[in-house]
């Protein structure tokens, strides 16, 4: 297996793990960041929600008002004062 195929196995893995970090200022109503890596899409959006389609699971974000900051290779942003996280797992997509 060349350097090449490596890289892509390597990329392929990365993409079925998801990383989700809560960081805040104290308490959670007063506003928090949340960052997901490996989001494949945002499949829901709304000033009160957000649905995440990551591998093989949802990720719904509830909180008022959230506000998605930055969606990029890397992952997806979003801010705002978050009240629940829900995993629904939905099959290996």
């Known amino acids: 297996m060349g350097v090449r195929e490596k890289l892509i196995a390597l990329e392929e ?28 899409c945002i499949k829901e959006l709304d000033d009160n929600f957000i649905v ?16 998605l900051s930055n969606f990029g290779v890397g992952g997806v942003k979003i801010t705002g004062c978050i009240h629940s996280l ?8």
């Open 52 to 67: 995440l389609a990551v591998y093989g699971m949802n990720i719904r974000i509830t909180g008022a008002p959230l506000t």
């Open 13 to 40: 893995l990365s993409a079925r793990k998801c990383t989700v970090t809560l960081s805040t200022n104290g308490a959670l109503r007063k506003g928090a960041e949340l960052f997901v890596e490996n989001c494949r």
């Open 86 to 93: 829900t995993f629904e797992e939905c099959g290996n997509e």
